[in-house]
C-alpha cells in the first residue's frame, strides 16, 4: 500500500466512530502504518500500529512498569549481554521448535503469558488470542483478570489453558478460582507471588491523565478519577463474594503452595521466583515448575532482567523442575538465549497485546510468527535442530549490556 493510500485510510479510520474520541495526534503519531498483520517485520511494528489504536490510559496500562522503570529497561537490555556463537556444518534442512512442558506439548516454546483486561485492548481480548493460540498450537495462561469467562476461552482454544492465580486474601475464595479452573480443565495453575503488597505504576497513572474519556462507563472511579480494582466485574469472580477482597496476600509465606496442593489436582507453577534459594524452597515445598518473572518490570523497581536471573534459579532449581522465564523477550535470538540458559519455553506478554490491538487473532498470530522465524533461523546460526540441541556453549556472556 501506497503512502498515500496508507493516509488515506489512516484518515478515514480517523474519521469512524470507532476511534471517535482519540486525539488525531494520537491515530497520526508514527508514519509506521500497517494494512494488515502480515505486513509487520518485527514485533515492534505491531507496538506502533497498536500505539495509533488504543487511547491513552489503556496504553499506559499496558506499557507501563514502576517507578522510574529500570527493571522494565533491564529486562529488554539483559538479552544484549548475550552473544551468539555459531556453529558450522550441522545439516539444519530439518529444524523442529516442538517442545513439552509439564505434559502440554508445544509446537514451539514460545508462550502467551497472563495479561489481564485484554478487553481493554481489543473487543475480542482473550477470545481472539485463544483463537491465535489454536491456530498456532501455542500454549496459552489465562489471567485471573481476564475479561472473558475462562470456559469461553478454553472452547476458543479447543484445549486446555494454563490458570494464572493472584491468591486473594480469602482462601474461600481463592480455592472457588482453583476449582473452577479445574472444572474447566487446566493442567496446570500458576500462583504469581511477585506482586505481593501494591506497586507504583507511574506510566499508568500519567497516561491515565492524558486521557479525556469519560471512564465511568468502564470502571468505578476513586475521588481522583483513576480505575479502581473492580474484582466483581472480573468474569472469574462470578458466584464468588468480592465485599472486602482483595487481589493478593501480603501475609503469605510458603505454607501456601502446600495448602493449594492440597486441594487441587493441576500442577501448581510459582510464577514469579527470581533467586536461587527461592528456586530451592519452590522445589522443597513441592512446586511442579517455576516461571522466572518479574512482572514485564512491574513489580520491584531496580531488579535484575529476568535473563540475568534465569541461571540463579536454574542453580536452585538443580534439575529437579523445569523453569520457564518471561520479561523482555521481542526477538527470536531473545527465546535462544533463555533456551540456552536452561529455560524449558519462554512467555512473552506484551508483544503479543499489541499484536492484539492491532489486529486482533491475526496481529497474535502473526507475533507467534515473526518470533518462531526468528528462533529458526538461531537454531539454524547455531546448528540445534531441535530445542534438545539448544546449548549453552553457543552463548558467550559478554558480562555488559548494550542499549542498542
Ligand atoms: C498489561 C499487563 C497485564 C498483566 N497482567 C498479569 C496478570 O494478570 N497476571 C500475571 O501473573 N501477570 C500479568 N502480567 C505479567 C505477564 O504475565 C508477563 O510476566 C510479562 O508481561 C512478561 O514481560 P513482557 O511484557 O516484557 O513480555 C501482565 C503484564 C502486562 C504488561
Not at 48 to 77: C, F, I, M
Not at 228 to 241: C, E, S, V
Not at 318 to 330: E, L, S
Request: aromatic share 6%; proline share 4%.
Amino acid at each position: 500500500m501506497s503512502l498515500n493510500a496508507r493516509r488515506a485510510l489512516l484518515k478515514f479510520l480517523a474519521a469512524s466512530p470507532v476511534l471517535a474520541g482519540l486525539k488525531a495526534s494520537h491515530v497520526f503519531a508514527d508514519e509506521r502504518a500497517l494494512a494488515s498483520a502480515a505486513e509487520a517485520l518485527d514485533v515492534f511494528d505491531l507496538e506502533a500500529a497498536a500505539k495509533r489504536l488504543v487511547p491513552p490510559a489503556h496504553w499506559g496500562y499496558l506499557q507501563s512498569g514502576v517507578d522510574g522503570e529500570t527493571t522494565l529497561r533491564a529486562n529488554q537490555a539483559a538479552f544484549s549481554r548475550y552473544q551468539l556463537r555459531a556453529r558450522r556444518f550441522v545439516d539444519v534442512s530439518r529444524v523442529d521448535l516442538a517442545t513439552q512442558v509439564l505434559g502440554t506439548r508445544l509446537a514451539s516454546p514460545v508462550m502467551f503469558c497472563p495479561i489481564g483486561s485484554l478487553r481493554a485492548l481489543h473487543p475480542e481480548g482473550e477470545i481472539a488470542v485463544a483463537r491465535a493460540a489454536r491456530e498456532k498450537s501455542a500454549l496459552l495462561m489465562v489471567s485471573t483478570g481476564a475479561s472473558f469467562p475462562i470456559e469461553d476461552i478454553t472452547a476458543a482454544r479447543g484445549a486446555p489453558v494454563w490458570f494464572q492465580l493472584y491468591t486473594t486474601n480469602r482462601f474461600e475464595a481463592t480455592k472457588k478460582l482453583v476449582k473452577r479452573a479445574e472444572s474447566a480443565g487446566c493442567p496446570v495453575v500458576l500462583v504469581t507471588v511477585d506482586t505481593p503488597a501494591g506497586r507504583n505504576t507511574v506510566t499508568a497513572l500519567r497516561m491515565r491523565r492524558q486521557d479525556t474519556r469519560n471512564c465511568s462507563a468502564c470502571h468505578t472511579v476513586d475521588e481522583r478519577g483513576n480505575p479502581r480494582l473492580n474484582l466483581a466485574a472480573k468474569p472469574m469472580f462470578a458466584g464468588i463474594d468480592t465485599k472486602g477482597l482483595a487481589y493478593t496476600l501480603p501475609s503469605m509465606t510458603w505454607d501456601f503452595i502446600k495448602r493449594l496442593k492440597d486441594i487441587t489436582t493441576m500442577k501448581v507453577v510459582i510464577k514469579g521466583i527470581e533467586a536461587r534459594e527461592d528456586a530451592a524452597l519452590a522445589v522443597e515445598h513441592g512446586a511442579d515448575g517455576i516461571l522466572v518473572s518479574n512482572h514485564g518490570g512491574r513489580a520491584l523497581e531496580s531488579g535484575r532482567g529476568t535473563l540475568e536471573s534465569l541461571p540463579d534459579v536454574v542453580a536452585g532449581a538443580a534439575g529437579r523442575i523445569p523453569v520457564m522465564m518471561d520479561g523482555g523477550v521481542r526477538r527470536g535470538t531473545d527465546v535462544y538465549k533463555a533456551l540456552a540458559l536452561g529455560a524449558s519455553a519462554v512467555g512473552i506478554g506484551r508483544p503479543y497485546a499489541w499484536g492484539l490491538a492491532a489486529f486482533g487473532q491475526a496481529g497474535a498470530e502473526r507475533v507467534l510468527e515473526i518470533l518462531n522465524l526468528e528462533l529458526r533461523l538461531a537454531m539454524v546460526g547455531c546448528g540445534a535442530r531441535s530445542i534438545a540441541e539448544v546449548l549453552p556453549t553457543t552463548l558467550i556472556d559478554t558480562g555488559a549490556r548494550y542499549t542498542s
